[in-house]
């Protein structure tokens, strides 16, 4: 089903 | 110098055990204002954040800010040693090299110290961006997990979706196919509320196994908020009465 995403798609390094 | 003393010492021991099986080492950042700390999981999917007020605690004292690396699992261990009336103390001298716990039961005078080894981590911090999430969902944090560990025997994946109306937790699997439906209920009995915020509707598909990671939270608090935008990952929040808030933070799964 859905391809699991990475929070580093939506949040940036800080 | 560090010190913070909590009266309901379980509080540290249900956060702990919350947060365990999600992240392994973590950097407990000690502020002046309170305890706080940040964490994903290893495969960078779901996300630990932790507030604590210094104001929840019966002592608190932190001369500057300080970066305390533990191993959860260690904590953990050293956790199994209090009691759940005891009071906890935590304490740190400045470039410490371990974090001193302190286990005290005011009744039984029993007193039980450990000083747990600090370690270095090179963790990845990330920035949260403020988001204004369309769809908020407070929901009796027992019924979400249990709703969260029934679906799960039938599917690895739950599709939310929120509109005006209700909230619906809809699985599709080789069993075949269903969904919960909890509509907006406002009713007198505080613990069978079901408060749906939705200016506009989203519809996401999560992991479930790691929302029933996040559910051991579920003990810390008689609600749970479910946080949604469709652009952005679910946050589940637990508040802390007079403490604080344990987040975490889900990347969804979605359709190529």
């Known amino acids: 089903k859905g391809v699991q995403k ?3 798609t939506f949040f ?3 | 110098m560090f010190e913070a003393k909590l009266t309901e010492g379980l509080i540290l021991k249900k956060i702990v055990e919350s947060i365990k099986d999600i992240v392994t080492d973590v950097n407990i950042d ?3 204002s309170g305890i706080s700390l940040q964490a994903m999981d290893s495969s960078h999917v779901a996300l630990v954040s932790l ?3 210094m104001d929840g605690f019966e002592h608190y004292r932190a001369d500057t800010n300080m970066v305390l690396g533990v191993s959860i699992a260690n904590l953990a261990k050293v956790m199994k040693l209090a009691d759940n009336n005891d009071q906890i103390t935590l304490q740190a ?9 302190i286990f005290e039961n005011p009744k039984t005078e029993r007193t039980t110290e450990f000083n747990l080894n600090l370690i270095t981590i090179d963790s990845e911090h990330l920035a949260i961006p403020e988001t204004e999430y369309s769809s908020v969902v407070t929901i009796n944090s027992g019924e979400f997990s249990k709703i969260c560990k029934e679906l799960f025997s039938l599917s690895e994946t739950v599709q939310i979706t929120t509109n005006t109306d209700y909230v619906q937790f809809s699985v599709e699997g080789e069993v075949g196919s269903g969904q919960v439906r909890l509509g907006h209920n406002d009713s007198e009995k505080k613990e069978d509320q079901t408060i749906l915020e939705v200016s506009e509707s989203v519809q996401q598909q999560f992991a479930i196994r790691y929302l029933n990671m996040f559910n051991k939270a579920s003990t810390l608090s ?8 469709q652009e952005q990952p679910l946050v589940v929040e637990f508040k802390i009465d007079n403490l604080g808030v344990l987040k975490y933070f889900l990347a969804p799964k979605i359709s190529d």
């Open chain 2, 93 to 101: 001298d400045q470039e410490a090299t371990h974090l001193k716990i």
């Open chain 2, 222 to 229: 008689s609600f749970t908020r479910l946080c949604l935008h």
């Open chain 2, 51 to 53: 507030n604590l007020s």
């Open chain 2, 30 to 32: 000690i502020s002046p």
């Open chain 1, 6 to 8: 990475s929070l580093g």
């Open chain 1, 12 to 14: 940036k390094k800080s």
